[in-house]
């Protein structure tokens, strides 16, 4: 119910500039890639199947990156539109999960009501001087992955290096890629400016 209620809201937001159809079979897809990227993680890291969120997440944004690349779609416009969803949806499954996540519904439900105040806002914030669609999704993904960065529950079987759980190092990553994302749709340069897709976050 939680993940079709968010579905609902992402149509809502963008079905007066895409075809109802592809918008209801995109969410279908990247619900399918995540099922199948977070059952696949958890055989691959703990050596058993089970359900890995953080590799559901990357498998899914990753599908939704080529979709829309494929498609012609404006991938930042359409962050813009489901990162606030995706927290949405966090702090909702959260809740009704059998282990009653509690931390991980506060952390989402924190960043979910910081995303509405982004989304209204950013475009009057000095440094953000570029005004181009994107912050608000990238601010959604940089808030998931430090939200799993900060609360990562034990499970048995996992891999420990330098103190930190893959997941935990996988959000790292991600979060470290959100900022330098941030800071090239802001407009602004890098020292070294050769790289290709640093040249694809700024369109």
Not at 49 to 64: L, N, P, R
Not at 78 to 107: E, H, K, M
Not at 132 to 145: A, E, I, Q, S
Not at 176 to 190: K, M, Q
Request: glycine content about 14%.
């Amino acid at each position: 119910m939680v993940v079709m209620w968010a579905v609902f809201g992402v149509w809502r937001k963008m079905r007066s500039e895409y075809e109802s159809e592809k918008i209801l079979g995109m969410s279908l897809r990247l619900t399918v890639g995540f099922a199948v990227g977070a059952l696949a993680g958890a055989r691959l890291v703990w050596g058993h199947w089970g359900w890995w969120w953080e590799g559901g997440a990357a498998t899914a944004t990753g599908m939704w990156w080529w979709l829309c690349r494929r498609r012609e779609w404006d991938f930042w416009e359409w962050a813009d539109a489901i990162g606030p969803w995706v927290l949405a949806a966090g702090t909702g499954i959260s809740l009704t999960d059998a282990g009653q996540r509690w931390p991980n519904a506060i952390i989402f439900g924190i960043g979910w009501v910081i995303s509405q105040w982004v989304k209204s806002k950013y475009r009057t914030f000095r440094w953000y001087k570029s005004g181009k669609p994107g912050l608000v999704g990238l601010f959604c993904w940089m808030w998931g992955w430090l939200g799993g960065l900060v609360v990562a529950f034990p499970t048995e079987g996992n891999i420990y290096w330098v103190g930190l759980k893959p997941e935990q190092w996988l959000a790292a990553w991600l979060t470290a890629a959100g900022a330098g994302a941030v800071y090239a749709r802001a407009g602004r340069e890098f020292g070294i400016r050769t790289g290709i897709w640093l040249r694809r976050i700024r369109k």
